[in-house]
C-alpha cells in the first residue's frame, strides 16, 4: 500500500489511503495473516465478518467470513511444550488416548478431544502460546488499521472502544476464569431440561488451559434442517435463556458467535460452549432496558425517548434522535403486530440496515454508549440473527412482557 501511494505523490497524485488499503490482493493477505496472528487481530476479523456481514462489501465480506474456521493449528511440538509447562513432562500417563488434532481452533486457543485413564471424556482447551502478551499490541495494529481505512468518522473516538477490547480479551485467556463463569452457569442452570453445560475439571485446568467434559453435538445452524417444532422450541429456548441473563441472573455469556452453541439430536438439548466472555451487567444498564423494552411495549412515546436517553442511544436534542427513535419503534411496531413474530421475514432487517445506510451517509456518528449497553446490544442482535437463521416463528412480545411488565 506504502510503494502504491508512493507512486501515486511521484505522479502529483493525492493517494487514496482507502482504495490503497482496500484491493482485493491487499486484504486478502491481511486475512491470511490474521490467521496466522490469532490473538486480538484474528478476534476483531471475526467479529466484523459475523456482526457486519450485511453492511460489509459482499467480497470483503467473503473473505473475512474465511476467519471462523482458519486458525492455524500449534505444530505437535508446540502443543507439547505449552501441556508439558502446565502439566508436567510425564502427563500422557494419566490419558488413554489424546487426540493430537484439534476437533476446533479459534482465536485464541485450540480445542482437543481425550479420555483420561480414569474414564472422564474430556475436551481441553489449549491456549495459545504467547496470545496473553501480544494482546495490547496486536490491538494497538488493528486500531492504526482501522483508523488508516477511512472507515470511521474522523470525529468518532475509537479510544473507549480499543481499551474495552483489551480489557476483554485479557479476561478471555484467563481460562481460570472462564472455569469460574462455567460453574456459575452450571449452578444457574441446573435443572433446566433445554440446556447442558460441560463440567468443568479444576484438577486438569490452569490460567492456560482449561478442561471440561465432553459434549456430544453438531452445530446450531443443522436446527435449520428440523421441523419447524424444533426450530421454535431451540429459538425461543435461547431467546429466554438471553433474557433471564440479563434480567435474572444480571451476567450474560455476552459472544453470541454460532460456534457457542451445538445441538444435541438425540435428546434436543442445547450445548453451550466458551464462557471467556461472561460478564457481570451494570444494574443501570439492565434498568435501562427494562424502561425501554417495557415503553415500546405500552406504546408509550414519552418513556421510550427517555429510556433511550437513559441508554444514551440519543443525544436528548440530537439532530437525529426522531430517525434513531423511529428506527427503535418500528422494532416494537412489528413484535407488537402479531402473537408470533416470524424471523424468517426479512423486512424488518432490511428497513433497518437501509435506514442506518441512510444514517451514515447524511454524516451521522454513533454517541458513545455504556460499554454494557453495547455486549446487550450484540447478545441481542446475535439471537435475532440466530432466530432468522432457524426461520423461526416465536411470541416474542409474551416473551418479553414475562420479565419487563
Not at 53 to 71: C, F, K, N, S, Y
Not at 204 to 232: C, H, K, Q, Y
Not at 272 to 277: I, K, M, N, P, R
Not at 333 to 350: G, K, M, R
Request: aromatic content about 8%; hydrophobic content about 45%; some cysteine.
Amino acid at each position: 500500500m506504502a510503494a502504491r501511494a508512493l507512486r501515486e505523490i511521484g505522479r502529483g497524485a493525492r493517494p487514496d489511503m482507502r482504495g490503497l488499503l482496500m484491493t482485493p490482493g491487499n486484504v486478502t493477505r491481511v486475512t491470511d495473516q490474521l490467521a496466522r496472528m490469532r490473538g486480538a487481530a484474528m478476534k476483531v476479523g471475526q467479529l466484523i465478518s459475523m456482526d457486519a456481514g450485511e453492511v460489509l462489501p459482499p467480497e470483503l465480506a467473503d473473505i473475512m467470513a474465511r476467519l471462523r474456521d482458519q486458525a492455524h493449528f500449534m505444530p505437535p511440538k508446540q502443543l507439547r511444550d505449552v501441556l508439558n509447562r502446565a502439566w508436567g513432562a510425564d502427563w500422557r500417563k494419566s490419558f488413554k488416548d489424546f487426540n493430537v488434532r484439534p476437533i476446533a481452533a479459534a482465536s485464541i486457543g485450540q480445542v482437543h478431544r481425550a479420555t483420561l485413564k480414569d474414564g472422564r471424556d474430556v475436551a481441553i482447551k489449549v491456549q495459545y502460546p504467547g496470545i496473553a502478551s501480544s494482546i495490547d499490541s496486536d490491538v494497538a495494529n488493528v486500531a492504526t488499521l482501522v483508523r488508516m481505512s477511512g472507515l470511521l468518522p474522523q470525529s468518532f473516538d475509537l479510544a473507549p472502544y480499543i481499551q474495552e477490547a483489551r480489557s476483554q480479551l485479557h479476561d478471555e485467556t484467563d481460562y481460570e476464569r472462564e472455569g469460574q463463569y462455567l460453574r456459575c452457569f452450571a449452578d444457574l442452570l441446573q435443572g433446566d431440561e433445554a440446556f447442558k453445560i460441560p463440567e468443568f475439571y479444576a484438577d486438569w485446568s490452569t490460567p492456560e488451559v482449561l478442561t471440561m467434559s465432553f459434549l456430544e453435538g453438531r452445530p446450531i445452524e443443522a436446527v435449520s434442517d428440523a421441523t419447524s417444532e424444533e426450530r421454535n422450541r431451540v429459538s425461543e429456548a435461547l431467546v429466554n435463556l438471553t433474557l433471564r441473563e440479563v434480567f435474572e441472573f444480571g451476567m450474560m455469556q455476552s459472544d453470541p458467535n454460532f460456534a457457542n452453541y451445538r445441538y444435541n439430536p438425540s435428546d434436543g438439548k442445547i450445548g453451550l460452549l466458551d464462557f471467556g466472555a461472561a460478564r457481570a451487567l451494570q444494574p443501570s444498564a439492565i434498568d435501562g432496558y427494562v424502561d425501554l423494552l417495557r415503553a415500546g411495549l405500552l406504546e408509550d412515546g414519552a418513556a421510550l425517548r427517555k429510556a433511550a436517553i437513559q441508554l444514551k442511544l440519543i443525544e436528548g436534542d440530537g439532530p437525529f434522535d426522531d430517525r434513531i427513535l423511529g428506527m427503535i419503534r418500528s422494532v416494537f411496531e412489528a413484535i407488537l403486530s402479531a402473537n408470533e413474530f416470524d424471523f424468517s421475514d426479512l423486512t424488518l432487517s432490511h428497513r433497518l440496515n437501509k435506514e442506518s445506510m441512510a444514517l451514515v451517509e447524511v454524516g451521522y456518528i454513533p454517541p458513545q454508549v455504556p460499554m454494557d449497553v453495547l455486549y446487550l446490544q450484540r447478545k441481542i442482535g446475535g439471537m435475532f440473527l440466530l432466530a432468522t437463521r432457524l426461520n423461526a416463528s416465536l411470541p416474542v412480545k409474551m416473551l418479553l412482557e414475562k420479565y419487563v411488565i
